[in-house]
């Protein structure tokens, strides 16, 4: 079993829909998670970061967590075209910041 | 803030040369530099892990006289792909973290073509 499943999609929506990508894991020893959007052949940007459980906005996105669930995600709202990327879910375990876990990746897709 | 840059973003080489690859942290120092190697559609494999001025520490399976790493600087680090061969060819990104942050900031890639 892998440490952190991701679905790889494809995820088409309609511009100005509700996005909700996902992830699991299953190290409960994991407290630090990160999104990072990777658009073709370009390098991870990071677009959010949350500390154990709850939830973080900023601009568009949400990130959530549930640790008793083991669960993640990220929320983009009035999607558009420009946030048709690949999205990484990564985690790493308190005070081992060398040692990052990442998802596969959901591949998404805004359409005008 | 925290930029990491990449040189070359994309280099052709022909089978058995060897390719030099920098990343860079233009506005902090990176006393942890991380290079990853991705394929297509894939996720990141993490490759090996250098701390300035030390030894870098290669993930199982990942030739270290093949992939050489050098990190002489808090705001440099060298990978160097050895005798390449068509196998090689990849997506080669680099990521950094300053001491007492808690994330990598990720380079933009190299892509490498071996012929």
């Known amino acids: 079993q892998k440490e952190v499943e991701q679905d790889p999609g494809p995820l088409s929506v309609p511009e100005g829909a509700i996005v909700s990508l996902n992830c699991t894991y299953s190290?409960?020893?994991?407290?630090?998670f990160m999104w990072y959007r990777q658009y073709s052949r370009k390098g991870p940007e990071l677009l959010m970061y949350?500390?154990?459980?709850g939830n973080k906005e900023d601009g568009r996105f949400t990130a959530q967590v549930d640790k008793s669930s083991k669960y993640i995600s990220l929320f983009i709202r009035d999607s558009q075209p420009s946030d048709s990327a690949t999205y990484l879910c990564?985690?790493?375990?308190?005070?081992?910041?060398?040692?990052?876990?990442f998802g596969s990746g959901t591949k998404l897709n805004v359409k005008p | 803030g925290a930029v990491v840059s990449q040189h070359p973003s994309w280099v052709i080489c022909k089978s058995g040369t060897s390719v030099k690859i920098e990343c860079r942290s233009l506005?902090?120092?990176?006393?942890?530099m991380f290079w990853y190697r991705q394929f297509p559609k894939q996720s990141l494999m993490l490759m090996a892990t250098?701390?300035?001025?030390?030894?870098?520490?290669?993930e199982q399976g990942v030739e270290k006289d093949k992939f050489l790493i050098n990190h002489a600087s808090l705001t440099l680090s060298t990978l160097t792909v050895t005798s390449a061969h068509p196998e090689d060819s990849s997506f080669y990104i680099c990521?950094?973290?300053?001491?007492?942050?808690?994330?990598?900031?990720f380079g933009p890639g190299t892509r490498l073509t071996v012929l």
């Open positions: 990521s950094a973290r300053d001491f007492g942050e808690d994330t990598q900031y």
């Open positions: 190290n409960s020893a994991f407290q630090y």
């Open positions: 949350t500390y154990s459980s």
């Open positions: 990564a985690m790493s375990a308190s005070g081992n910041f060398n040692k990052f876990y």
């Open positions: 506005d902090f120092q990176a006393t942890t």
């Open positions: 250098s701390n300035e001025g030390s030894k870098a520490t290669y």
